[in-house]
């Protein structure tokens, strides 16, 4: 059967990475997590307590920066030059500068130049702001996710408790809508929804609701290739 990009676009934490994970498991596809590298060059910058806001630094750190996503206990983790960062990348510090981080355009180009990359062999569930307008704007299913910002709130909230990472509800709620004003307003490939992508605001759906709305469009999509 011939293997499509299906791309996810939408505001922060209204659950992409849980229907992305759970759509590349139903399919058998890949699984690319976009906002980890994103959160991965900004663990790099303030590890090495690096100015972001000096293009030579953060021209010096992408020479510098690998990273590559390996399975770990069934999982999807990401790497930074070799090291599992998968937790260190969701604390909120990171949260904290990584809208900043991802609206330098220097960054944006070496994250979409890897990204679309791994794209080639198709077959591929991608999550983040830019994925249908930027990174893929070919691919064959594009869907924009929303939902109410105190429900995403709540979820990042048992999210980030379920890893051992705590953090106030306010604090939390106010970083993402922080990020999602950043995110949609940058210069430099901003969050929109691509004019050809199908909008789902899963505020009252569960996963099980959420992935199966997803997957009447990708038997739609399939039986019209
Ligand atoms: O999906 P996430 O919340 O882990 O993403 C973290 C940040 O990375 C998000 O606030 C904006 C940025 N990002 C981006 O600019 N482009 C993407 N394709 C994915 C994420």
Redesign the pocket.
């Known amino acids: 059967m011939k293997k499509i990009i299906v791309a996810i676009d939408g505001h ?2 209204c659950g ?1 990475s849980t229907l992305a994970k759970a759509l590349a498991k139903t399919l058998h596809y890949a699984y690319l997590d ?3 590298m ?2 991965a060059v900004t663990l790099y910058f303030l590890d090495n307590q690096l100015d972001y806001n000096d293009p030579a630094a953060v021209e010096k750190a992408l020479g510098e920066i690998r990273i590559h996503f390996e399975r770990v206990d069934g999982q999807n983790h990401t790497f930074l030059n070799d090291r599992d960062v998968e937790r260190a990348i969701r604390e909120l510090r990171v949260s904290e500068h ?2 900043p981080v ?1 609206a330098i355009p220097m960054v944006r180009r070496a994250m979409v130049r890897q990204q679309k990359e791994m794209g080639k062999r198709r077959g591929i569930v991608a ?5 249908g307008t930027v990174v893929f704007p070919d691919a064959e299913l594009k869907i924009f996710l929303t939902a109410d910002a105190d429900v995403r709130t709540s979820r990042r909230h048992l999210e980030l408790a379920a890893k051992g990472i705590d953090a106030e509800w306010i604090d939390i709620r106010n970083n993402l809508l922080e ?1 999602d004003r950043i ?1 949609s307003t940058r210069a430099d490939s901003p969050l929109r929804q691509a004019d050809d992508a199908i909008v789902i605001d899963n505020t009252l759906l569960s996963e099980e609701e959420q992935l199966e709305k997803v997957m009447e469009q990708v038997r739609r999509v399939m039986s019209d290739e």
């Open positions: 922060s934490s992409k976009t906002g980890a994103y959160r990584v809208s991802s999550d983040g702001r830019d994925i990020r995110d």
